[in-house]
């Protein structure tokens, strides 16, 4: 038998849905069961019409008389998905009103298909705990700012060592010599090592740690990090899948800034408000700009016809985006209520929401029948050597574009006159209804796709840079507070502020959005969640865990910190060290807790949450894909200048699917996974069967999954076959084939039994001995060990 035939007994079927799926309900679920569903099907409401109740989980997948509202991965057993798709005329919610739109019917699909994540407790439970004001808030472990342990002489070991004590536990052994170079090297860099030389002593580990730090390679493993939280991606996503072709730019500031070592409260700032900091020259100018593209790829709702509502919902995406990433709280769970676990009032969130309603979006200017709200492109400073993807056209093209504008603008004006003539003379033109409504339609998608086009380039056709981005709205104002978020129903302004339960003052001017003013309030010293919330991430990606393991909720609903007194060490240590992401990692991985061994599993500790040994990790989906590049020789480690989805401009993303010419990775190329294209409902193949981020929410801690479909895909896809391939050239000449290939794979010599069973398949079967060879180099990379780093 075929070594790759034995890798699918390794496989198990196991798949937990995580914070993703408890992210996606609080988001996307538990707001329209609240504004459709609470007031007639709700304890608070005190009705139960047929039975049921929607505000519990219990209470949901018990149903009511007609049966189970939710049955989680059945959506025809789901009534309440019967129900909302009104394909049941005895069973339409809500009763007496239209169907709620098609992406929230999508919505619930998926949340029902993905198992039905749902945090919310019984009625009987939630009474029982303690009411959420701001008095018992403020007493709360992540609401208190961090103070310095008295016992933090030991640094992270100290902390760590002091609960394995108290435990009867010890630590386990320092990892070897090859396992803490590749946990290192994946972990830094996201390559396997090369040099298996490197580490002889402690001084030989802290100069490698100090120059894998400054290796560009670094940006890239990190800066994908951020870009899972910052739900990065280039197309729209939703029911109107449009392209984001100009995003990729966010993609290479967050990679620059990462290799650059930005201060981390100033790289926040940047991102919330660089369009409103100064900047010395150009090229900071549109760096500044380009940063502030994590406020505008976010998914939107295109097809919203109500231009008010769409002003709304990207406000609260931006809001949710911003407050889960910096800070790991859900505050946009107050959008039509007070928040039911954390203490965050509807006051508190349209104060904010107000900043963000101050803010006009740049995210992109087509304009076509999948999209309702035409949105605009942000122009960048000229600077030399600039990428600019989209294409120039002749100045005769932009003369006749003008041309065509005015005779718009002249149809609408003679349309409007004949209108108004004729009601003066008192003749009915009701008949001619069908034809001008068609003209005024036909108009209005000509114009935005003229506009469009001439947004791109200058007055000769010259190609503009572009990004996205945001600036301050012309018009400035504090948000309404909404009655269950219902636009309709308006209760008081709310004057643009932070919540109440930080008790730091922090002042919006009424001339600007106070974006500058949130980024300010986020990265004062004082507040207690920014730096503990980063602290504990970087943690959770060297470590394997994080100190808090709800890495994006630090709420009552979240878990609480096995090691408060080291989370707050490493936050103190953080801010204090120049808000340098670099200088905290170092910290961490120069540790004995990071050194240590995997091996010591112990009952007394399941979960390894004391840390009395290192914690077994699987790759992440792109070191996955860069470490089969990079054993075979083919990795491509420069840039790419822009992206696929900038090329394809104007391609609908919804049929990029049906592009033959495109490969299974989008892409085609040898360059870093962080270059391949982030297409929301349609990632490259290679990183969705492990895993890879939701683009559509904050995520800073990715499912891990292990399914059949993985195996099948190591054994049958085109990309490893072809890495298998590659990596039997580059042995094929060595003396000692199978020891090359092992030190590749797995930086280490096979053992005697490993040579002897390689040497035994490689000379057997009638398969021509090439083809033998990429089976067995298939095998190395279809491996449990090529997938873990120790």
Avoid at 189 to 198: K, N, Q, R
Avoid at 518 to 544: C, D, Q, Y
Avoid at 699 to 705: A, I, M, N, S
Wanted: glycine share 6%; net charge neutral.
């Amino acid at each position: 038998m075929k070594p790759t035939r034995l890798l699918l007994v390794l496989f198990i079927s196991v798949h937990a849905n995580g914070d993703d799926g408890v992210a996606f309900f609080e988001a996307k679920i538990r707001p329209v069961l609240a504004k459709h569903c609470y007031e007639c099907h709700s304890v608070e409401s005190g009705k139960s019409k047929g039975g049921l109740t929607l505000d519990t989980k219990v209470a949901i997948q018990t149903g009511g008389d007609t049966g189970p509202a939710v049955v989680p991965g059945d959506l025809a057993k789901s009534l309440l998905l019967t129900a909302i798709q009104h394909s049941d005329p005895d069973l339409e919610m809500p009763p007496k009103k239209p169907k709620l739109p098609d992406s929230v019917i999508k919505d619930f699909e998926q949340w029902i298909k993905t198992g039905a994540a749902d945090p919310r407790e019984s009625a009987a439970k939630v009474a029982e705990r303690p009411p959420v004001d701001l008095e018992e808030g403020r007493k709360f472990w992540s609401y208190q700012r961090p103070v310095m342990p008295k016992e933090a002489a030991g640094g992270i070991d100290g902390f760590i060592r002091e609960k394995l004590t108290e435990a009867g536990l010890k630590p386990a052994p320092p990892a070897d010599r090859v396992v803490l170079l590749r946990r290192l090297y994946f972990d830094l860099t996201g390559l396997p090592p090369t040099d298996m030389s490197e580490l002889s002593d402690d001084s030989d580990y802290e100069k490698l740690v100090d120059e894998l730090l400054e290796s560009p390679r670094f940006g890239e493993r990190w800066g994908r990090h951020w870009l899972d939280v910052a739900r990065f991606a280039e197309s729209n996503g939703r029911e109107s899948n449009l392209a984001f072709p100009h995003a990729w730019r966010y993609r290479d500031y967050v990679i620059d800034a990462v290799n650059a070592d930005v201060p981390f409260d100033r790289f926040i700032t940047e991102q919330i408000a660089g369009d409103l900091l100064p900047a010395k020259d150009d090229a900071e100018r549109a760096r500044l700009l380009i940063a502030t593209g994590l406020l505008a790829i976010g998914p939107k709702g295109l097809n919203e016809q109500n231009k008010a509502q769409f002003a709304a919902d990207v406000a609260d995406e931006q809001l949710d985006a911003v407050t889960r990433a910096v800070i790991g709280s859900s505050i946009a769970c107050a959008r039509c209520h007070d928040h039911k676990t954390d203490p965050f009032s509807m006051e508190d969130y349209y104060g904010l929401a107000g900043i963000f309603k101050s803010t006009q979006t740049f995210y992109g200017n087509w304009i076509d029948s999948e999209n309702n709200n035409q949105g605009h492109l942000m122009r960048l400073p000229d600077l030399p050597g600039q990428v600019i993807p989209n294409k120039s056209i002749t100045a005769e093209r932009v003369k006749k574009l003008k041309a065509d504008l005015v005779k718009i603008a002249q149809s609408e004006k003679d349309q409007k006159e004949y209108a108004i003539k004729a009601k003066l003379e008192g003749r009915d033109i009701s008949g001619e209804y069908y034809k001008m409504l068609t003209q005024s339609i036909g108009n209005y998608w000509r114009r935005g796709g003229i506009e469009g086009e001439l947004e791109r380039v200058d007055e000769r056709g010259r190609a503009l840079p572009l990004c996205m981005g945001v600036r301050d709205a012309k018009r400035i104002l504090d948000s309404q507070l909404y009655d269950r978020g219902e636009l309709a129903h308006p209760v008081k302004a709310v004057q643009r502020g932070f919540p109440q339960v930080f008790e730091m003052k922090q002042t919006v001017p009424k001339e600007q959005s106070g974006r500058l003013e949130l980024a300010k309030w986020l990265t004062s010293r004082e507040h207690p969640l920014t730096a503990r919330v980063m602290a504990n991430r970087v943690w959770h990606h060297l470590i394997g865990s994080g100190i808090v393991r709800t890495v994006d909720n630090f709420g009552f609903s979240g878990e609480r910190p096995s090691h408060p007194e080291l989370l707050d060490y490493l936050a103190i240590r953080f801010r204090d060290g120049g808000w340098s992401v670099k200088k905290l990692i170092k910290e961490i991985v120069m540790s004995k807790t990071y050194r240590q061994s995997s091996q010591g599993h112990t009952d007394a500790d399941p979960d390894n949450r004391l840390l009395s040994h290192a914690n077994k990790r699987r790759l992440d989906a792109e070191v996955i894909r860069d470490s089969m590049l990079a054993v075979s020789g083919l990795l491509d480690t420069s840039r790419r200048p822009g992206s696929l989805v900038a090329e394809l401009d104007g391609q609908s993303v919804s049929l990029m699917g049906f592009n033959t010419k495109l490969p299974p990775d989008l892409d085609g190329s040898q360059r870093r996974s962080v270059y391949l294209p982030v297409i929301r409902d349609h990632l490259p193949d290679v990183l969705e069967q492990f895993d890879v981020a939701n683009p559509n929410l904050v995520t800073g801690d990715r499912d891990v999954t292990n399914v059949p479909l993985q195996a099948l895909y190591l054994l049958n896809g085109p990309f490893v076959q072809e890495q298998a391939s590659a990596l039997a050239k580059r042995i094929q000449t060595s003396p000692d084939r199978v020891r090359r290939a092992f030190e590749l794979c797995f930086n280490r010599p096979p053992d005697a039994k490993e040579v002897a069973l390689a040497e035994k398949f490689l000379q057997s079967g009638s398969a021509e001995e090439f083809q033998r060879l990429t089976a067995f180099c298939q095998s190395l990379l279809c491996s449990a060990e090529f997938r873990f780093a120790d």
